[in-house]
């Protein structure tokens, strides 16, 4: 399917750096030392930040909330010449068994995480998928290829929690009864400037007992400030404008009060109880799931077309078959 429209899908606001940190080294195995840097505080708004105390990688984490298991893992790289956009960058995991100051061994993973830009080119993320075989501390080393063909890296530590804290893949999404355009009128359904009535017709717990795939975006449109949201909104209703009644589409805004927020300001914001219904604390997630409401796939931060579109198909796929062998 073409999906060239996505490409020009518009405002949005300038990288944030990350930025404060102490530094620290970590010995692992073998005699290397790997740097690791900690964030000022364990959230530096929604998302993780570093900064690299001997070189200038600044490092924001764009997934937070990981779990056990196959994770879908995104970070945002900036020097000091800006967003740092290299088609990709090297990745080894590590496990730090006496936690975030303690000794790490043998990289567990070596693969490469790509770069994925935002429409219009204004921010850009890594995404790669890895495997988490235990909770605990676990670091990141990123490395950059640098123009006289060495490597620069940076070596981060975060935390994984035995579940996520949000519906992880395999679980039953929440039957969530959100707000929609038959109780509530369109400026109160979303602070985006455009309103797309295809998003706003149903409850996830309509689209849900519809029993065909649902794609769920929890996004403000009209206050993405951080460098890990993106024009999301935007893409599902590309989604819904290209594949249509195949599945339902339901987006719901971060916040209850929109037009108070026009007036004034997100001080008097008021987040949406269905986020907490979803355990969700950072600021934009999409999630698709299959005609049983089950979770096949969840994005944290922006999700550009390159990996929305496989995951919906994957779903798609698999509820045209479960169609046709009904029928059989």
Same mark, same amino acid.
């Not at 049983?292 to 969840?298: F, I, K, W």
């Given at each position: 399917?073409?999906? =060239?429209?996505?490409?020009?899908?518009?405002?949005?606001?300038?990288?944030?750096?990350?930025? /404060?940190?102490?530094?620290?080294?970590?010995?692992?195995?073998?005699?290397?030392?790997?740097? !690791?840097?900690?964030?000022?505080?364990?959230?530096? @708004?929604?998302?993780?930040?570093?900064?690299?105390?001997?070189?200038?990688?600044?490092?924001?984490?764009?997934?937070?909330?990981?779990?056990?298991?196959?994770? &879908?893992?995104?970070?945002?790289?900036?020097?000091? +010449?800006?967003?740092?956009?290299?088609?990709?960058? !090297? #990745?080894? *995991?590590?496990?730090?068994?006496?936690?975030?100051?303690?000794?790490? @061994?043998?990289?567990? =993973?070596?693969?490469?995480?790509?770069?994925? $830009?935002?429409?219009? @080119?204004?921010? /850009?993320?890594?995404?790669?998928?890895?495997?988490?075989?235990?909770? @605990?501390?676990?670091?990141?080393?990123?490395?950059?290829?640098?123009?006289?063909?060495?490597?620069?890296?940076?070596?981060?530590?975060?935390? #994984?929690?035995? %579940?996520?804290?949000?519906?992880?893949?395999?679980?039953?999404?929440?039957?969530?009864?959100?707000?929609?355009?038959?109780?509530?009128?369109?400026?109160?359904?979303?602070?985006?400037?455009?309103?797309?009535?295809?998003?706003? &017709?149903?409850?996830?717990?309509?689209?849900?007992?519809?029993?065909?795939? +649902?794609?769920? #975006?929890?996004?403000?449109?009209?206050?993405?400030?951080? =460098?890990?949201?993106?024009?999301?909104?935007?893409?599902?209703?590309?989604?819904?404008?290209?594949? /249509?009644? $195949?599945?339902?589409?339901?987006?719901?805004?971060?916040?209850?009060?929109?037009?108070?927020?026009?007036?004034?300001?997100? $001080?008097?914001?008021? &987040? *949406?109880?269905?986020?907490?219904?979803?355990?969700?604390?950072?600021?934009?997630?999409?999630?698709?799931?299959?005609?049983?409401?089950?979770? !096949?796939?969840?994005?944290?931060?922006?999700?550009?077309?390159?990996?929305?579109?496989? =995951?919906? $198909?994957?779903?798609?796929?698999? %509820?045209?078959?479960?169609? #046709?062998?009904?029928?059989?």
């Amino acid at each position: 399917m073409a999906m =060239a429209m996505v490409l020009c899908l518009g405002g949005l606001a300038a990288l944030a750096v990350a930025c /404060g940190g102490d530094d620290a080294d970590a010995l692992v195995d073998g005699g290397a030392t790997a740097r !690791r840097i900690e964030p000022r505080s364990p959230l530096d @708004g929604p998302y993780p930040q570093y900064q690299d105390g001997l070189n200038d990688l600044h490092t924001i984490l764009g997934t937070p909330d990981l779990g056990v298991g196959s994770q &879908r893992v995104t970070f945002v790289l900036s020097d000091e +010449t800006g967003l740092v956009r290299t088609p990709a960058v !090297r #990745v080894r *995991t590590y496990f730090f068994a006496d936690g975030p100051r303690g000794v790490a @061994g043998e990289p567990l =993973a070596d693969t490469l995480a790509r770069f994925y $830009e935002f429409p219009e @080119g204004i921010r /850009g993320l890594y995404s790669t998928t890895l495997e988490f075989d235990r909770s @605990g501390t676990w670091g990141i080393e990123a490395g950059v290829a640098q123009p006289n063909g060495s490597l620069e890296t940076t070596l981060f530590t975060f935390e #994984v929690a035995q %579940a996520p804290e949000t519906p992880a893949v395999g679980e039953l999404a929440p039957r969530s009864h959100n707000r929609t355009s038959e109780d509530t009128p369109p400026e109160e359904l979303t602070t985006g400037v455009d309103f797309d009535a295809g998003l706003y &017709r149903l409850t996830i717990d309509d689209a849900i007992a519809l029993g065909r795939p +649902t794609v769920v #975006v929890f996004a403000s449109p009209g206050f993405c400030t951080n =460098a890990l949201c993106g024009p999301q909104v935007e893409l599902v209703s590309a989604l819904r404008t290209v594949y /249509g009644p $195949e599945a339902s589409y339901v987006h719901v805004e971060l916040y209850e009060n929109p037009s108070e927020i026009r007036s004034g300001g997100l $001080e008097v914001a008021r &987040r *949406t109880p269905v986020l907490e219904e979803w355990g969700l604390t950072s600021d934009e997630w999409t999630f698709i799931l299959d005609g049983d409401g089950v979770v !096949r796939a969840r994005f944290e931060g922006f999700a550009p077309m390159a990996e929305l579109v496989p =995951a919906f $198909e994957a779903v798609l796929a698999e %509820a045209g078959e479960r169609a #046709v062998s009904r029928v059989d």
